[in-house]
């Protein structure tokens, strides 16, 4: 098993890596839109939030050897569906045609208020 970390991407907030890859397999923890830079979260909108959390984790799968056209599942966790339309422009700008499989569940609640959170399964 190797723990994956980037400076790309923000630091775990608690107990837990960015990602772990094992044989072969790229398991990222979820991102929340922080900025890397300062981890705090990142001012704006569901848009401004979703290309952040999209970015930081670009960077988690750079660091474990893969990329976007690599993820086998996505698990996506909004606090409104109402930007669920939102959601899936931005998703498909850094996805492409690749489609992974995909969960979306709303939460009541994310980590600093994160207004969603997503986590990766992809072959590294």
């Known amino acids: 098993m190797e723990i994956i970390a980037t400076p790309d991407a923000p630091a775990a907030i608690g107990p837990y890596s960015q990602a772990v890859k094992h044989h072969g397999i790229l398991y990222t923890s979820g991102q929340i839109a922080l900025d890397p ?41 909004v606090t409104d569906l109402e930007n669920f339309k939102t959601l899936n422009t931005i998703y498909a700008e850094y996805f492409g045609d690749h489609k992974p499989a995909r969960t979306t569940i709303e939460a009541s609640n994310l980590p600093k208020g994160s207004l969603l959170e997503i986590d990766l399964i992809a072959l590294g």
Do not use: I, P
């Open 37 to 77: 830079a300062t981890n705090n979260l990142v001012e704006g909108d569901f848009s401004a939030q979703a290309h952040r959390v999209l970015k930081n984790l670009a960077a988690v799968l750079r660091a474990g050897g893969s990329d976007f056209n690599r993820v086998l599942k996505a698990t996506v966790y």
